[in-house]
């Protein structure tokens, strides 16, 4: 048997701060009702999956979207702070434009510029962001060596540490990953892999958008 783990990733199905343009972790923002819908399509696609476990962050739209995934047989959900979106520091939970601008360049920054240092007001920088969440795949990937698991994240996290981990570099950029769409990271024991990114498909308002 193999040792190589998959993990099927996602981001979370569409939620409310998407439709408000609120910027930031925004830890209680639910899904809509087309997330929703979007959170069944996604456990369709995974159906036959031998998954044995899913992760999510604590946002409870992550939640909301894992929670639709325990339609397969005999899963649970475990809840990660770790897996949870960029924070802003004191602009948490702002709709101001300004501040959305500039989340857009910070993440730009990471990603294109390989500049991790640069950071929203008092927030975290791509270093802490990139630190936590490799520790956290790191950490799911020795609990389950050879099996297939579902990750539960955002589209700012997961997208700055999966295109370190995957080599993928700036190429993601422009590309932000749609709602609920799954797509596949394996870790072969030495190093992290992601055979395709998803095509993106959110209106141009909300690309990279936390």
Not at 83 to 100: K, Q, S, W, Y
Not at 123 to 137: C, F, Q
Not at 182 to 202: I, K, R, S, T, Y
Request: glycine residues 6%.
């Amino acid at each position: 048997m193999s040792d190589r783990l998959r993990i099927w990733c996602l981001r979370h199905a569409e939620s409310a701060n998407v439709i408000t343009g609120t910027a930031g972790v925004v830890p209680a923002a639910p899904l809509t009702e087309r997330g929703r819908h979007q959170a069944l399509a996604a456990a369709r696609l995974l159906a036959d999956e031998p998954i044995t476990q899913i992760y999510s962050s604590t946002g409870v739209r992550a939640r909301q979207t894992a929670e639709h995934l325990t339609s397969l047989p005999a899963l649970t959900v475990t809840a990660m702070p770790e897996l949870n979106e960029v924070g802003i520091g004191r602009h948490e939970g702002t709709t101001d434009p300004a501040i959305r601008a500039r989340t857009a360049e910070v993440l730009h920054a990471w990603i294109v510029q390989q500049n991790l240092d640069q950071r929203v007001s008092d927030g975290e920088t791509g270093h802490d962001v990139l630190a936590r969440m490799t520790a956290t795949l790191r950490k799911i990937a020795a609990a389950h060596p050879g099996e297939t698991v579902v990750v539960v994240g955002h589209v700012a996290s997961l997208t700055i540490t999966l295109a370190r981990l995957c080599a993928l570099g700036s190429q993601v950029w422009g590309t932000p990953l749609p709602h609920a769409r799954p797509f596949l990271v394996e870790w072969d024991g030495q190093a992290w892999h992601c055979p395709a990114w998803p095509e993106a498909d959110a209106p141009a308002e909300h690309r990279h958008a936390p």
